[in-house]
């Protein structure tokens, strides 16, 4: 088992519960580490001059695949350990959606490869969002 698949195991990287960043976070922290950097993606409560009230986020059957995928591309690329968990389901405005971390020795190393994961997921990972705007109507978004 690779380094990126061992900071998987016990990790739902698609997930219907809140996320555990600790778990999240201990993924990728070894002792060799001196930098951690957690990325948390939140709901706000505004979109595009919008205001918001929730999110319903849906995802294709294989996007843990393509969420694991992005992680490995990242490590592979960088040399740094990292994991992200994107929630799916209905959240409100202040949840948080996607927790992506970065462990290395140094925090140059750890913000770009949290930043690159990121980017990366944002572009790859087959996951909707229907917005519910205050004034009750609806939008998706990334279809």
């Known amino acids: 088992m690779s380094d990126v698949a061992a900071a998987f195991a016990g990790l739902d990287l698609i997930s219907d519960h809140d996320i555990d960043v600790a778990q999240v976070e201990a993924a990728v922290l070894t002792d060799q580490d001196g930098a951690l950097v ?62 992506a971390a970065a462990a290395a020795a140094h925090r140059h190393e750890a913000f770009d490869a949290c930043e690159r994961l990121v980017d990366l997921i944002k572009t790859n990972v087959p996951i909707w969002k229907r917005q519910h705007l205050v004034e009750g109507t609806t939008e998706w978004v990334g279809l």
């Open 38 to 99: 957690t990325f948390r993606g939140i709901v706000r409560n505004h979109d595009h001059g919008e205001s918001v009230s929730a999110l319903d986020y849906q995802a294709h059957p294989d996007a843990a695949r393509f969420m694991a995928e992005c992680c490995e591309t990242i490590a592979r690329e960088t040399g740094v350990r990292v994991v992200a968990v994107h929630r799916v389901g209905a959240l409100v405005v202040g949840d948080t959606a996607l927790v």
